[in-house]
């Protein structure tokens, strides 16, 4: 079992829509959690940071469930801008440090 | 402020062959992180350090990678020998202090082919 785990999308949606993306950790130990966007051939860059009791930033709201383990990313108003992909990463505890998840690819179209 | 650098940017290499990447943190970030990212997947971390020692390289192929950072600066990634399987983007990222949940800045990567 993968030790970060997201929805494999592809999204592909309107511009306007609201997505919801969602991920799984496996090890209950984590202490800190964040979304990273990747553009296509660029590098991560801090999206935001998931805080256990929940928090926002503009059309951005992040979300974490402890007891079922699993981090969201909810995304209103889409913008052709979103498009993206959005990697979770969970982490560290005493095993490890930082994981990443494998990424959901999101496309929002006109 | 200055991002963080890698060079060079792209490399192709034949099996067998050996390759070094160079990274160059923020200043004054303490802890430097090398990921290796496969075509398709998320960064999988493969060394950390934080000034000049080893924090976590749990993930590292031993047998054909070795990273170092003088200085607790710069530091160097080297493969010896290639595999085809080693063809990915290998991402340096740096963060400020010691603590785990930094927020870590990638740099613009190295893309590597092994044919």
């Known amino acids: 079992r993968k030790e970060v785990e997201q929805d494999p999308g592809p999204f592909n949606v309107p511009e306007g829509a609201t997505v919801a993306f969602n991920c799984t950790y496996s090890?209950?130990?984590?202490?800190?959690f964040f979304w990273y966007r990747q553009d296509c051939r660029k590098e991560p860059k801090l999206l935001m940071s998931?805080?256990?009791s929940g928090n926002e930033d503009g059309r951005f709201t992040a979300q974490l469930n402890r007891a079922s383990q699993y981090i969201s990313l909810l995304i209103r108003d889409s913008k052709l801008s979103d498009s993206a992909t959005y990697l979770c990463v969970a982490g560290p505890s005493e095993n490890y440090d930082m994981r990443f998840g494998a990424g959901t690819r999101l496309t929002v179209k006109p | 402020e200055a991002g963080v650098a890698q060079s060079p940017r792209y490399k192709i290499i034949e099996k067998r062959q050996s390759v070094a990447f160079w990274c160059n943190p923020i200043?004054?970030?303490?802890?430097l992180y090398w990921y290796q990212q496969i075509l398709g997947q998320g960064p999988k971390l493969l060394i950390q350090f934080q000034n000049n020692g080893v924090v976590d390289d749990s993930q590292l192929p031993k047998d054909r990678f070795s990273a170092e950072r003088l200085k607790g600066v710069d530091s160097t990634l080297k493969i010896q020998p290639a595999k085809l399987e080693d063809s990915a983007v290998y991402l340096c990222?740096?963060?400020?202090?010691?603590?785990?949940?930094?927020?870590?800045?990638f740099g613009p990567g190295t893309r590597l082919t092994v044919l």
């Open positions: 990222a740096s963060s400020l202090g010691t603590g785990k949940a930094d927020t870590q800045y």
């Open positions: 090890n209950s130990a984590s202490q800190s």
């Open positions: 998931v805080y256990s």
């Open positions: 200043s004054g970030h303490a802890t």
